[in-house]
């Protein structure tokens, strides 16, 4: 609950300012407001809420851009295998790759 507390409170703002604005905004030209106030109520819920959430928010967005990097760290080590894949002997007989060190295939014998 105390996690989640910050996230509460923000829900709870929405809700008030949004019943007041749907109240404001369904309101016959000689009724007065009732429920007006809960706009003024909704903002500081919605400033605690956000300033309660923000390291939270802050967190999961850290922890998106830790996946992002491990995503290209992986990728350009898979491209780096590649690439030195690339540079390997492949042999003209049987044409086994063999390492690019390899002086004879490690499949025929031929020599490289
Ligand atoms: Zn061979």
């Not at 604005?21 to 407001?33: G, N, Q, R, V």
């Not at 429920?35 to 967190?59: C, D, E, H, K, T």
């Amino acid at each position: 609950m105390s996690k989640n507390f910050g996230l509460f409170i923000l829900i709870a703002g929405f809700v008030c300012l949004g019943f007041s604005m749907f109240e404001f905004l369904t309101l016959d030209m000689w009724e007065t407001p009732k429920y007006f106030w809960l706009a003024f109520v909704a903002l500081p819920l919605l400033f605690f809420g956000f300033v309660l959430s923000a390291p939270r928010i802050q967190r999961s967005l850290l922890n998106q851009q830790r996946d992002n990097i491990r995503e290209t760290m992986k990728v350009m080590a898979d491209g780096l295998r590649e690439g030195l894949h690339a540079t390997n002997k492949i042999c003209e007989k049987c044409n086994h790759r063999n390492e690019a060190s390899a002086i004879y295939c490690s499949h025929c014998g031929t020599a490289l």
